[in-house]
């Protein structure tokens, strides 16, 4: 629980007036500050928070640092955009504002929503940024919006020259589907430098926010425990396909290497030996890919039949065989006009497996193998369609 | 041996002034976070030699020490490293809210120039008169010993006396009966 004073600097240039991030930039803006406001106040009572505009006819301080939640939230209301965006006035302004505060333990911190491009050289900025860090003031950035101009640059320059033990930080926020708020709270900017309240912290923030994007659709504060699960689940399996990636690059280099030490004579018979050992890896690894191709293959396929097998089960009771047959007939037909089906055809167990799931079609009966090894043998539709409509009619 | 008389005038009439300061006040600029002030005010911490507050982005460091009652400030003691110590000192009574923008607003009550002998370990005498009525004191190190980047204390120690007046925060609210 840091005690702090913050100074929040909102972008109300006309830029803002851009519908990249929904509904506006400036609206996006406007929900983020008033989380991170709700955030702040609620980790330390004593916590303030102040709120300054940097555009408009000039930079504007609209509440000094407070922590009266209701003050702050609204002069947020009727904020006129218009105007430019004065990055370096608005920065030494907010430090003028934490510099006046009552409470001298409150830690100072300025966070900046920057959504237009920064005019300022990176030398001014950097000069801001060191004066910063002399009078013990953190910074964090939130990067959004107008990126021309080499901005990314520029913020993460004053970003380095305010940065003292990791207490600043940036955030890059691209437009996309997220809102604003949703993207930074998961950031340090609401979780703090990490310590042990971090998460307490981010998730009072989530509560007033009254709920929204979660990891995994689960409320943490409801259920902390399959939260937890989850989470670990999930990070164990992004750890083990990592894993499996690198395994597969590794290999990959070893061949590599294998088929440029392959001139070294000395090295020759090991080498043989490791290439028909990792030829043979090769094989198999071409197989299983062959196998999940053709099983991709016979997806479609497979759903063909089983829509035919619905259209089976839609039918009157009175349905015979023959109807079964046909209908069995035109899916093969289709299915065989693919040449890549006549492969999934071939496959024994996958037709024979498709055959079972069919009502009324007995796997094991002698004539529907008879009718498989033809299909195996010839791959000829016309000729397993004949086939297989007799064995239906014998049925 | 006129300093020799100072210096033992000063342990004679004045006292540590430890433990007027008041600490919820105390705030230092351009510390390192890792090695703050406490390390050569507090007692007990500016006596351990291995503990330094020091310097951060730059040389320069703006102390403000509140007072927790009027005192008569008198003379000062630093003791650092003779090659970071501190080389000029402003101090400012009774200005709150300073910053380093606007050290050069005000002339200092005083200025000092330590030298090496300075720091290890010899009280320096202030413009007494100047400091008749402090609430706060102000330290602005200017710069150091060698012109380094970082400037190193061990210890600061400021003695005085204090006037006589009531120490508001020790007071007490009765309790009706």
Known sequence: MVLEATMICIDNSEWTRNGDYSPTRFQAQADAVNLICGAKTQSNPENTVGILTMAGKGVRVLVTPTSDLGKILACMHGLEVGGEMNLAAGIQVAQLALKHRQNKKQQQRIIVFAGSPVKYDKKVLETIG??????????????????????????????????????????????????????????????????????????????????GGYDFGVDPNLDPELALALRVSMEEERARQEAAAKKTADEAAKQGGESSNSQDATMTENVAADDVKGNDQMDEETALLQQALSMSMGDPSSSHSGKSTGDVDMMDASTDDQELAMALQMSVEESAKDTEMNKVLGDQSFMSSILASLPGVDPNDPSVKDLLASLQGQGEPQKKDEDQSKEEEKK | MSTESASTA????????????????????????????????????????????????????????????????????????????????????????????????????????????????????????????????????????????ITQVQKIVLYGSTVETTDMKGLKKIEDH
């Open chain 1, 130 to 211: 060191k004066k910063l860090k002399k009078n013990s003031v953190a910074l964090d950035i939130v990067d959004f919006g107008e990126e021309g101009d080499e901005k990314p640059e520029k913020l993460e320059a004053l970003l380095a020259s305010v940065n003292n033990s990791d207490s600043s930080h940036i955030v890059h926020v691209p437009a996309g589907p997220n809102a604003l708020s949703d993207v930074l709270i998961s950031t340090p900017i609401f979780t703090g430098d990490g310590e042990g309240g971090g998460s307490g912290f981010a998730a009072a923030a989530a509560a007033a926010s009254g709920g």
């Open chain 2, 10 to 149: 000063i342990t004679r009439n004045q006292v540590d002034l430890l433990d007027f300061i008041d600490w919820s006040g105390v705030e230092c600029l351009n510390q390192n976070t890792s090695h703050s002030v406490v390390n050569a005010l507090k007692q007990g911490y500016r006596e351990d030699e291995g503990l330094k507050l020091e310097s951060d982005a730059d040389e320069q460091l703006l102390i403000c020490i509140p007072f927790t009652q009027v005192i008569k400030l008198h003379s000062m003691l630093i003791i650092g490293p003779e090659e970071d110590g501190p080389r000029t000192v402003k101090l400012f009574a009774n200005k709150e809210h300073m910053g380093f923008s606007n050290v050069s607003d005000y002339p200092p009550s005083d200025t000092v120039v330590f030298t090496p002998e300075h720091l290890k370990g010899k009280p320096v005498a202030l413009k007494y008169v100047k400091f008749q009525s402090v609430r706060s004191l102000t330290i602005f190190i200017e710069e150091n010993q060698e012109g380094a980047d």
